[in-house]
Each structure stands twice: as structure tokens, then as C-alpha cells.
């Protein structure tokens, strides 16, 4: 059934809205959408008594798996963006992050799949003997890539931090072709 909902912004706060959803202020209505629907789906499931929180951070927990599912078209989003929406901390963020992707690991597996396969097919080699390297601002999909190999028989050198970056990871290709079955699998 079709929906429909004003969001009642002025021109500055729409502008900074499209900002910090990452999209331009003409598909602003497109991408809330997304968002609206996630919003929906929390609303529903509390009157229908199936999802009535107590404590705070569980109602945050199950938002963010909910615009996982939603908006961010069945992928974990990176650090930043959970920190843009919920305003909170680096920190904080990837605290949230690691919660939600343990507390609704069978939910999340196929958004951990899809993030995981992209990563992995993102990666680059500088010739074919090199090691693979990618940037990724998550450290809790570095996690879960690196519980895959210790799960796998064999062993398997985990993904490491490239030294003095940021956010650039190194996986032996050893390690990234194993992944690779793996999540092809799953």
C-alpha cells in the first residue's frame, strides 16, 4: 500500500539533509524513501508488539539493522555513514556496528556476503605477485572477513592494516581467492 509523508524542511535543512544522505537535493525525496520505509517497518513492528525495546540502545541496534535491510541496499555501510546519521562518534559507531552485525548475524548475512564479495572484487594487486590491497572504513567487516578464514580449514594469513594508513587493508592472495569460495558459497 502506498504511503505518503511530508517532511516539512526549509531550503537550508533540505540542502544539508541531501548532504548528509550523500545525494543531490533532486533525488532527496527517491532516497528518503528508503529511509521512510526503514522508519515504517520499526513503527509496525512496535505496535504489533513483535519489536518493543526498554533500553535505548536496542532500539538503535534494530535501526540500524533495519536501514541496512532498507537503504543501504543490503550492505553494511561504512563507519562514517553510521556516524552521519546516528551522530555519534567514530567509536561509538563502529561499537554500534559491532553489536548489530553479532546480535543479527543470520539477518545480516546476506548484507555481510554482499559487502564482503565487494571488497574482495575491489581489490587491487600492483603485479600479479604482489599482495592485494583495498580501503575500507570498517573495521568490523575486517572482523567478519578475517572470522571466515580462521573458520576455514587450513590456515590462512588474515587481512591486515597496510602500515601508516588510515584505512587501506592487505589480504595475501591466498587469503582473498579462499574468501572468495567462501562467500561464493554461502
Known sequence: MPITANHGLNEDETERLAGILRCNVRDLDKVLSSYASAALEEYVRMFLGQKVFTRGSDIREYRLLLLIQKAFERKVPDEQRISDLFQT???????????????YQYELSAAIKTTITEIINSASQADETADFEFTVNNESVIEAMNRALASLPGTWPQVIKKPVTVSTYVIKPSSRNELAKYFSRK
Do not use: E
Open 89 to 103: 562518534t567514530a567509536s561509538q559507531s563502529r561499537a554500534l556496528l559491532r553489536a548489530v552485525m553479532s546480535k
